[in-house]
């Protein structure tokens, strides 16, 4: 998917049915967020309060609908280098296609939630990459490395920790930054400065929300994740509907904004299932 696709468009999926709406559409690679996770299957904000299995539980329900591979956050690997290893083992084992993993000192915070996000030290997290590249069973798995050094410790740093997570044995680096005045400089930067494939986050608002897939491209990004698209999205369509049945005693002033029952259903493949009940059950009756 990354060789066929510049940037790889990677579309948050909050769920089983976001994801098969996103393979629906055309999205080539489909991403399980820490906040989507913590957010819609728990009601948690993205602070590191979800365990290794509860992360699991919604993989394994995305992987068993659509095919289409799914990175997953894995915030900080949830300990230390037997955990990371017994980390990549399982989302191999639950049809995961790749993760990322941060360098940040756990209990984790959401790069978009304010507040300063301070890292462990370097070598550190080089440790918790080795492990979990010797981890890796498939040769297919794709492991990124997360840095949010930029925040506190600056450009510099960051990029000096991607360089040293690529040579560990990432095979793509990802250097969360927040929008600024100087983001598409700095954007620049982690792409020619680090020899490896490089993945930027897009979600919120400014300069880094409003580029276009174009744009992301000529600043040599490889890959593109929208984590808050389709959740953002859901959350305002949920409140914007339930609030005008509330007010209004119907949904007439929003039902030009909402799937058919029709329109839903062929997402989750309804007709299938009934020409297979069809075939199997109902002719023997």
Not at 81 to 86: D, G, L, M, P, Q
Not at 163 to 168: F, L, W
Not at 184 to 201: I, Q
């Amino acid at each position: 998917a990354i060789a066929a696709e510049k940037p790889l468009q990677v579309m948050g999926t909050v769920n089983a049915y976001a994801a098969m709406m996103a393979t629906k559409v055309g999205y080539k690679a489909i991403y399980l967020s820490g906040a989507g996770c913590a957010n819609y299957s728990y009601g948690l904000p993205d602070l590191g309060l979800t365990s290794l299995e509860d992360v699991l539980i919604d993989a394994r329900r995305i992987t068993s609908v659509t095919d289409t591979p799914l990175l997953v956050d894995i915030d900080t690997g949830w300990g230390g280098a037997f955990n990371i290893s017994r980390t990549v083992t399982e989302m191999i084992r639950a049809g995961v296609a790749a993760v990322h993993i941060e360098d940040q000192v756990a209990p984790k915070r959401c790069g978009h939630l304010p507040g300063s996000r301070p890292v462990v030290a370097m070598e550190e997290h080089v440790g918790k990459i080795e492990a979990a590249a010797a981890a890796r069973r498939d040769p297919d798995f794709i492991i990124i490395a997360r840095t949010d050094a930029a925040g506190g410790l600056g450009l510099d740093e960051a990029i000096r920790r991607g360089q040293a997570y690529r040579k560990a044995g990432a095979d793509v680096v990802f250097v969360e930054l927040k929008n600024s005045p100087t983001i598409l400089d700095d954007l620049k930067r982690v792409t020619t400065e680090t020899d490896a494939p490089c993945l930027v986050n897009i979600d919120g608002g400014g300069k880094l929300g409003e580029l276009t897939v174009p744009e992301i491209e000529a600043l040599g990004f490889r890959l593109a994740i929208f984590p808050g698209l389709a959740r953002n999205a859901a959350g305002f369509a949920i409140k914007n509907a339930l609030g005008t049945l509330k007010r209004d005693g119907n949904t007439a002033a929003v039902r030009d904004r909402m799937l058919t029952s029709k329109e839903y259903n062929e997402v989750l493949g309804l007709d299938g299932v009934e020409q297979w009940e069809k075939r199997f059950l109902l002719n023997r009756q």
